[in-house]
């Protein structure tokens, strides 16, 4: 069986509010848009038993907070509809506007109830805020309470909230390395602040394997001097992190985070459907060749397949 908890699906009507509402919307490529014929057909053909759809860039974060939260129950009743017409097929990553605590809390009671909800998405800035500011503990403190698992996916940079260096721009490197940076840098800054001291029963995927925290764990652990939490990064690393196989990536790469977060930490993801059509293997196909030609035993790939999303996700 195979589980895949990284995969996104812009609904219709998303694509066709943001193109009304944004003097300069972001393109979103067609094969993007949720498509029942294709996203199924995909699944049978690689033998994806189960999808778990979340937003990407630019979700529902938006300078409007009323439009953030309109795109919010739009996004999450779409995704609603989709797992009760293929309960056995589909889950969801709930999402929240976040511009507001008492609104996001309010959407995410709301989200929990729906079909197929197994846990939430976020961006790894908010609008160019940091998940561990003040202004969002309240919506946190819920989640908490929840137990939640919380997906962090990379959001970027919008220029009015950073500006790389222009040389980072050349060969799309801003999104070759700076988005998988983007996720590192959250969960670095989250780790090392003693985020997880003060919400322990959070469980937080980080996309694309990471980023690069596998190769830096070591080197973060000078920053336990720096920070503010109870203990080492290492330790929540292992405890309250979990990593997905998305890439583009290696099996060595994935050899790599089993060996230092231990086997119950890794996801199957794919990042399906971005990718599709590049050359060579497109992203569902690379993400499952990439398990297969692990040095793991089969007993390990199954519980990155499915046994622990179904054991995390309560599936």
């Given at each position: 069986m195979k589980i895949d908890i990284h995969t996104h699906a812009f609904p219709e009507q998303y694509v066709a509010?943001?193109?009304r509402k944004l003097p300069s919307p972001p393109e979103l490529r067609p094969h993007w848009t949720w498509n029942p014929d294709v996203f199924l057909g995909e699944m049978d053909q690689w033998a994806v038993d189960v999808k778990v759809l979340s937003m990407s860039a630019p979700s529902v974060y938006f300078d409007d907070p009323s439009f953030s939260l309109d795109m919010s129950h739009l996004s999450n009743d779409a995704y609603a509809e989709i797992c009760s017409r293929w309960p056995d097929r589909f889950k969801m990553f709930a999402s929240v506007p976040m511009g507001d605590a008492d609104v996001s809390c309010r959407e995410l009671e709301r989200a929990k109830t729906l079909p197929g909800y197994v846990g939430l998405a976020l961006g790894s800035n908010i609008l160019g805020k940091m998940l561990d500011e003040p202004a969002f503990g309240a919506f946190?403190?819920?989640a908490d309470a929840m137990k939640a698992v919380i997906f962090i996916h990379p959001m970027g940079y919008r220029a009015e909230e950073f500006e790389l260096p222009e040389p980072w721009k050349a060969y799309?490197?801003?999104h070759l390395i700076g988005w998988p940076l983007d996720t590192t840098f959250a969960i670095s800054r989250l780790v090392l602040g003693g985020f997880f001291d003060r919400y322990p029963n959070l469980q937080l995927i980080a996309a694309h394997v990471g980023g690069a925290i596998p190769y830096l764990s070591e080197?973060?652990?000078?920053?336990f001097q720096?920070?503010?939490?109870k203990n080492k990064p290492s330790y929540y690393f292992r405890r309250n992190i979990l990593y997905d196989t998305a890439g583009p990536t290696h099996p060595a790469i994935i050899d790599c985070a089993v060996k230092i977060y231990g086997i119950d930490r890794i996801l199957f993801g794919t990042d399906y459907p971005f990718g599709t059509g590049q050359?060579?293997?497109q992203y569902m196909e690379k993400a499952i060749w990439n398990v297969d030609h692990s040095e793991l035993s089969a007993s390990d790939r199954e519980k990155i397949f499915s046994g622990n999303s179904r054991k995390i996700?309560?599936?």
């Open positions: 509010a943001i193109k946190f403190t819920m799309r490197l801003h080197r973060l652990e000078r920053g720096e920070g503010r939490a050359e060579g293997m996700l309560v599936m």
